[in-house]
């Protein structure tokens, strides 16, 4: 992957795929205009070829404003700082405060899931949990360990739940106020 700085679309990311026979635009989930081409395209022919389709994707694609681009960026970064200082370490307390064990912690930034846990026992925590209180921040933290013992939404799996944050009703009512997405 490489991004092209362009004058009217801004950043632009380019992907080559070794697969790929034909140049395709879209929209990146961060509103970024996305080319995929050909592995072997030259940078030089990249820029050319956005030359000479520049109108016909303003015209087909929904691209964010650059600089609306450029604020979710700087954004994302403070967030990803912050939660890299906190949302570890606030797991490993929850997991070694009700024994529980994980392999790893990854952060995300998904539009859509606050966390998840994965069956090699995995738990991904969004950087957008950074924007909720810290009581929300703890439900989700709890929700995902207790996925750890049951990878589904059974009543067992949400009496787990309950045993660590008697609250978690409320707690998962206020949380669809906030969206994951940053």
């Known amino acids: 992957m490489t991004i092209i700085n362009d004058p009217e679309f801004g950043e632009v990311i380019v992907r080559k795929n070794p697969l790929s026979r034909n140049v395709r635009f879209s929209v990146s989930p961060s509103g970024r205009l996305q080319m995929s081409v050909p592995k072997h395209t030259s940078d030089f022919l990249v820029k050319r070829f956005l030359k ?12 964010s404003n650059p600089e609306t681009q450029r604020a979710r960026d700087a954004k994302k970064k403070i967030l990803m700082k912050k939660a890299k200082e906190y949302l570890p370490y606030r ?15 990854r952060l995300s930034h998904a539009a859509t899931r606050w966390g998840s846990c994965s ?6 925590l969004n ?8 009581k929300l921040r703890d439900y989700v933290i709890i929700h995902e360990l207790a996925h750890l013992n049951h990878l ?5 799996f949400w009496a787990e739940v309950a045993e660590h944050d008697p609250r978690y009703k409320e707690h998962r009512r206020k949380l669809k106020d906030f969206s994951p997405g940053v």
């Open 52 to 63: 000479i389709n520049r109108e016909l994707v303003k015209a087909k694609i929904p691209l």
């Open 127 to 134: 950087i957008g949990l950074m924007q909720v209180p810290e």
């Open 91 to 105: 797991l490993e307390y929850y997991a070694k405060l009700y024994g529980y064990s994980y392999y790893k912690c």
């Open 119 to 124: 069956s090699n026992r995995t738990i991904s």
């Open 152 to 156: 589904d939404h059974s009543s067992a």
